[in-house]
């Protein structure tokens, strides 16, 4: 596998971590279950899956009124995808 490729599958699974983290902490919090943190959910984002954060929290409707991460995930995933495409060019 070629550095480009694993580039991108591991900007994917990522993004797929952050998606599911999501997803979890919410049905979590439905259930009034323990919680993952906060610092867990923007460690996963700063390392390639604020794409997927953002789009968990916007289709799972998680974490939406609290400022830092209505702001926070989708500045962070457009700084992502910026570095991404910089990235998958020069390589």
């Excluded at 900007?11 to 943190?37: E, P, T, W």
């Excluded at 700063?46 to 799972?60: E, N, P, Q, S």
């Excluded at 991460?69 to 570095?83: C, N, Q, R, T």
Aim: charged share 20%; with cysteine; net charge positive.
């Amino acid at each position: 596998m070629d550095i480009k490729t694993t580039f991108v599958v591991c900007y994917l699974v990522m993004n797929l971590i952050g998606l599911f983290i999501m997803r979890d902490d919410k049905n979590r919090a439905i259930h009034h279950q323990y919680r993952i943190s906060e610092k867990t959910l923007w460690i996963t984002a700063f390392f390639g899956g604020a794409v997927g954060t953002t789009a968990g929290m916007k289709l799972f409707r998680h974490k939406t009124k609290h400022l830092s991460f209505k702001m926070g995930f989708p500045a962070l995933a457009v700084i992502e995808i910026i570095l991404f495409i910089v990235l998958l060019v020069k390589y």
